[in-house]
């Protein structure tokens, strides 16, 4: 029933996006898991019960019931990420985040992305961060010690 729903789905993006949905390697990945899937369901109705060849489909079948779980989860992540960007737009399809707000969130995504060793750089990064969701962006700061990079 649920390798049902994946195929569904599957078969409604490839009507939609065509060839662009298959360009996604992760996507693929999701076919070939249900895919995969749906041949050991098969097998294993073929096969009689009794069977030694059976024992061994049914480990197997067990590794790509946890792929699909791993599948949903990736999707629901998507689909939360999804829910935020149309919460950030109104019907008209106009962003409404302040041109403030993406600069810290561009700021934070970068800075998530730079390794934990570069203290300094993370550092000065949350200084940037600091000052511009404050408002003090304009403000003067007698800087002592500019060798050492920003106060904070």
Request: positive net charge.
């Amino acid at each position: 029933m649920v390798l049902g729903v994946f195929i569904v789905e599957i078969l409604l993006h490839l009507f939609a996006y065509g060839c662009l949905y298959i360009k996604d390697y992760w996507n693929i990945a999701d076919i070939i898991v249900i895919l995969i899937s749906i041949t050991f369901v098969l097998l294993d109705l073929s096969l009689k019960s009794n069977s030694s060849a059976l024992n061994g489909i049914l480990k197997i079948r067990g590794v790509f019931r946890l792929l699909r779980i791993f599948i949903l989860a990736r999707k629901l992540s998507i689909v939360k990420l999804k829910r935020e960007r149309i919460k950030n737009t109104n019907i008209s399809g106009y962003d409404l985040v302040s041109p403030l707000e993406k600069v810290v969130s561009i700021l934070t995504e970068i800075k998530n992305m730079i390794d934990q060793d570069q203290t300094k750089l993370i550092m000065d990064l949350n200084y940037c961060l600091k000052m511009i969701s404050s408002n003090k962006l304009y403000e003067a700061e007698l800087d002592i010690d500019s060798q050492n990079g920003p106060n904070t």
